[in-house]
């Protein structure tokens, strides 16, 4: 007879799952095992049937736990670093062409962030404090009107206020918009000098 609560129904199928675990793993892997050719071409039909809504709930579940999916992600990466590697260099192998367009089209979408990554890696190769973001760099370019902060040319490169040679940091305060010829010009001096 079914039951007419079912919440109860629910409640009495967790609890007798939760007490026969292993007997029930056990029958779904042997089950598994006898029919795994059947088991996958009815997947197989399932997903091509019904691809736009698969991929609709799979696009909602990972808005829905960004966070959570990010956190498993990086704590796989940790765990499994060699193989991890392993993976992305084969994927990059096999997928030369796709993956140089893909980082071209990044670079493009995503100028500002590119540069700050830039920067980022100058600056640990010179050991400098701090460092910057791209939505920090964004905005000092935005302080500068998006011109060179020297000559008001429209801007080329990011420049450091203090060289890193001479102990300058990674600092937004001391990052600034700069045209090629007074970034080239400037070098590794300061602005003042060259001005005096």
């Known amino acids: 007879m079914p039951y007419k609560d079912k919440a109860q129904a629910a409640s009495n199928d967790k609890a007798y799952r939760a007490a026969n675990k292993a007997e029930i793993d056990a029958y779904q892997k042997a089950y598994y ?7 996958t071409a009815r997947v197989k039909a399932y997903r091509a049937a019904n691809k736009a ?3 609709a709930r799979a696009k909602a579940y990972r ?3 960004k966070a959570e999916i990010a956190a498993r992600v990086k704590a796989y ?3 499994n670093k060699a193989l991890v590697a392993a993976q992305q260099k084969a994927y990059h192998a096999a997928n030369k062409a796709l993956v140089a367009a893909r980082n071209q089209a990044y670079r493009k979408a995503n100028p500002i962030a590119v540069r700050a990554t830039h920067q980022r890696r100058r600056g640990h190769k010179r050991n400098a404090s701090g460092h910057c973001t791209a939505e ?3 905005g000092r370019i935005a302080f500068f009107g998006g011109c060179c902060a020297y000559c008001k040319s429209p801007y080329a490169h990011i420049d450091h206020a203090i060289p890193l040679s001479r102990g300058g940091s990674q600092w937004p305060a001391n990052l600034r918009p700069s045209c090629a010829p007074c970034n080239l010009a400037k070098h590794a001096r300061t602005w003042r000098e060259i001005t005096l």
């Open 53 to 55: 809504e698969i991929a």
């Open 77 to 79: 990466a940790a765990a």
């Open 63 to 65: 808005a829905a736990n």
């Open 33 to 39: 095992t006898a029919n795994k050719a059947e088991i």
């Open 136 to 138: 920090q760099l964004k």
